[in-house]
């Protein structure tokens, strides 16, 4: 099984052990140079789609089997549109799930803020099916 990671850093050890482990993941192809500069500076006031993204599809295609992983976390709106568009040509979108923690320290009359994101597990995206809520 194949994963593309479509993210704007790399993967951690304990990611990829995941991965092997539990998606029987063999091999993890990442973006070009080129497409993860794109994909790390989203213009926020580019339409979507866009060349750019147009790019990254081709790539997906071209990279890709039905049935392989896209591993995909960035900006929201183009997150969503690849991951329609693997749903479309039966590639398996999914995303990491992390704990979040946020340390302070109080310097004088300043409040310093430090982010932790910590990997939990990765999760498929799942389509909406309609349910009867009766």
Known sequence: MKLLSILSHELTNEQKKELKEKYNV??????????MSYWSN????????????FQIIDWILNSSSEGDYVFIQGEYGSVYYLVDFCFSTN?????????????ENKEGEKVYSKRIFEHVKFKKYIKYEERNYE
Do not use: Q
């Not at 063999?26 to 497409?35: A, F, H, N, R, Y």
């Not at 989203?42 to 993204?53: A, E, F, G, Q, T």
């Not at 590639?91 to 340390?103: E, G, M, T």
């Open 26 to 35: 063999k091999c993890i192809v990442i973006l070009s140079e080129e497409l």
């Open 91 to 103: 590639r398996v979108p999914i995303y990491s799930s992390s704990k979040r923690r946020v340390l």
């Open 42 to 53: 989203i213009d926020p006031n580019s339409n979507i789609p866009n060349k750019n993204l």
